[in-house]
């Protein structure tokens, strides 16, 4: 089992940044794959970005690609998720996940998943 710890929101107004880290801790040798998802009230969860192992590959939601950029630092278990020009749109919980899927898309099953931490962007 994976632990998964996010830190990083809090409240900014739109055109501001934030940066979201998720610490990974236990067994995380079979990760492959880790993943933000966000949910806002009233809306589905939906799949932010994610990136592999290697940290070569990412995908993101249409919606922030240009604005929101996920790394990793594997030598720190840690996953970094730079978001800029926030939009109020943006406003929701962020989750961290982590996956062992073999293949790489936005479908892949996570099985690990942090507490959450909020973002909030006012207009």
């Known amino acids: 089992q994976v632990q998964l710890v996010e830190s990083g929101g809090g409240l900014v107004q739109a055109g501001g940044s934030l940066r979201l880290s998720c610490a990974a801790s236990?067994?995380?040798?079979?990760?492959?794959?880790m993943g933000w998802f966000r949910q806002a009230p009233g809306k589905e969860r939906e799949l932010v970005a994610a990136?592999?192992?290697?940290?070569?590959?990412?995908i993101y939601l249409d919606s922030v690609k240009g604005r929101f950029t996920l790394s990793k630092d594997n030598a720190k278990n840690t996953v970094y998720l730079q978001m800029n020009s926030l939009l109020p749109d943006d406003t929701a919980i962020y989750y961290c996940?982590?996956?062992?899927?073999?293949?790489?898309?936005?479908?892949?099953?996570?099985?690990?998943w942090g507490q959450g931490t909020q973002v909030t962007v006012s207009s």
């Open positions: 990136i592999n192992w290697s940290g070569r590959s990412t």
């Open positions: 996940a982590a996956s062992t899927t073999q293949i790489f898309t936005r479908y892949a099953r996570y099985d690990n």
């Open positions: 236990g067994r995380t040798v079979s990760t492959s794959v």
